[in-house]
């Protein structure tokens, strides 16, 4: 496991580390992190929420965020 710049300018790196049974994938520049049970699935799991994360805000949205009706929020 370790550090590996995506670039060769360094200035984004992506971590990936083992947790238990599971490797997490982590953008260092977004702070956003993924895991999964191999380190491919990981970095694949964090290109998919790095897609996420930089969608852009939908048109018709009035920037307002809903409250969770989820028990755990």
Known sequence: MGVQPRRDNNSDT????????????KDEATGVASQGETKIEAIENLAEALELHTRPEP???DGEIEESTAPWF
């Open 59 to 61: 048109e018709d949205s």
């Open 14 to 25: 992506i971590t990936v580390t083992r947790s238990g049974d599971w490797y997490v994938a």
